[in-house]
């Protein structure tokens, strides 16, 4: 033991360098790993759609997914789509993405209000309907979707109505969107049709059994009263890694 303590207080000014330089070999590599992990990129091709003004348009999208195999990020291939907030419809599966930041309602639960973060989808699998975070996923039901502007996702379906008339019911998963408060458009799953109309300065509001929602003046009723939507920035996670 003696021998081993007196070598090493003869050897100290060059052990010391070599242990700090092995500390940060290991450093360095640890954090390489890392970073080539977050930043691994597995680029796949989808056939999708998309409905701008009144008009759907068909093409290939790139999404990239991390060694996580979370999506972070979504492309046009022919590089020609701005992404905003309007909804990603897979044609090869029951998927949908969202591009953008979103909040989500729950009406029948005490109007509860949560965020979607960029990139989540809502999508079908075993037979169920997924809504898919960043590596996490979760069931849930009966919500609607807003892009703190004026597009309305519905996971079920709904009637729109003008100032209080029926105008048109749409299947689950479809959406709506009012432009300056002049403009509706809305893409109907069901009939797989989009339409825009100018509003006339009616107001349009969306109704199910359990949903009253004025699109115009964004909020809702719970239990008769009325509830603002809230700005997603300004709302937990539903979902969080």
Do not use: W
């Amino acid at each position: 033991m003696n021998k081993i303590t007196n070598f090493i207080k003869k050897k100290y000014k060059i052990l010391i360098p070599i242990m700090v330089v092995f500390v940060l070999l290991i450093t360095v590599f640890y954090l390489y790993k890392e970073y080539k992990y977050d930043n691994y990129r597995n680029k796949v091709e989808y056939n999708v759609y998309q409905c701008f003004g009144n008009k759907k348009k068909e093409y290939t999208a790139i999404v990239t997914y991390n060694l996580k195999d979370v999506i972070v990020n979504i492309e046009d291939k022919d590089k020609r789509v701005q992404y905003s907030s309007i909804p990603v419809y897979f044609m090869d599966e029951e998927k949908i993405l969202f591009p953008a930041e979103m909040s989500i309602v729950f009406p029948q639960e005490n109007g509860s209000q949560y965020k979607l973060y960029k990139y989540t989808t809502y999508e079908k699998k075993d037979d169920i309907y997924r809504i898919v975070s960043g590596r996490n996923n979760g069931i849930y039901n009966h919500f609607f979707l807003f892009d703190n502007k004026g597009l309305y996702f519905f996971s079920d379906s709904v009637t729109l109505k003008l100032d209080g008339e029926d105008y048109v019911t749409l299947g689950a998963n479809s959406y709506a969107e009012i432009y300056g408060g002049y403009t509706l458009t809305y893409y109907d799953t069901e009939s797989d049709k989009v339409e825009t109309i100018e509003l006339d300065g009616k107001k349009v509001t969306a109704e199910n059994n359990y949903l009253k929602l004025s699109l115009s003046d964004k909020y809702y009723y719970i239990f008769d009263e009325k509830t603002l939507l809230i700005p997603s920035y300004n709302l937990n996670g539903l979902l969080s890694d």
